[in-house]
């Protein structure tokens, strides 16, 4: 069964640092999406991304992030001038467009250690 | 101030239990999601549902949108079910999520 890669499952960087996660989503799946999860916290939204731009974030993606679909198979999520509290589990998603209602495929996660 | 609420926070229970997770929300939403996330971090879609009722082998959702709760309910419980059940709201394409029910079913 296909399913959403993301790489590096582990990530350590330098407070102040730019580090770039990638996300490979399924391959017939038109939305995407970046979460984060906090040690020990809930679950917590980033941004969607359709037709090559954001269709929604949270209060959470300030300037400090940017997500780009530079080609037809990557999706990256860049953190400029990483801070301690960027620490966390980031997780991407994707789905199908239609029929409407597709669940979410999740990928296994890059754990991001700020340093 | 939190969209999602989820109950219990912690559960446990005998293997073969019929099991109850419980989840409220305050937004209006186009779907309803339970996800599964194992103790290795990894997160699994069980069901979406904006209406009634889901069956997938021993796991059933169901959702009251007049009273904007969901439950999720497990029959005959087995260790394997073992997991964080996560209860998220989305709104378009804009996502809420619970904190978790931390499920251990013990043998």
């Known amino acids: 069964e296909p399913e959403v890669t993301q790489t590096p499952s582990h990530q350590v960087t330098q407070m102040g640092q730019e580090v770039i996660l990638r996300c490979v989503p399924i391959?017939?799946?038109?939305?995407f999406y970046w979460y984060r999860q906090i040690l020990g916290q809930k679950v917590e939204f980033l941004v969607s991304f359709y037709n090559n731009e954001i269709s929604e974030k949270s209060e959470i993606f300030d300037d400090q992030f940017s997500v780009e679909r530079p080609d037809g198979s990557n999706f990256t999520l860049k953190i400029r001038s990483t801070k301690l509290e960027d620490s966390a589990m980031y997780f991407c998603a994707s789905r199908r467009s239609a029929p409407s209602n597709q669940p979410q495929h999740f990928g296994d996660g890059t754990r991001l250690s700020i340093l | 101030k939190n969209e999602v609420e989820q109950s219990p926070q912690n559960l446990t229970a005998q293997e073969g239990e019929f099991i109850t997770i419980n989840c409220s929300y305050s937004v209006g939403i186009s779907a309803l999601h339970w996800l599964q996330q194992h103790p290795g971090g990894g997160i699994v879609s069980l069901f979406m549902?904006?209406?009634g009722k889901k069956k997938h082998g021993r796991l059933i959702a169901t959702i009251n949108i007049q009273e904007k709760h969901s439950s999720l309910h497990i029959t005959a419980s087995h260790p394997r079910d073992s997991a964080v059940y996560i209860c998220a709201a989305s709104t378009g394409n804009q996502f809420y999520f619970g904190t978790g029910t931390s499920l251990t079913v013990i043998p």
């Open positions: 549902l904006s209406s």
């Open positions: 391959s017939n799946h038109l939305y």
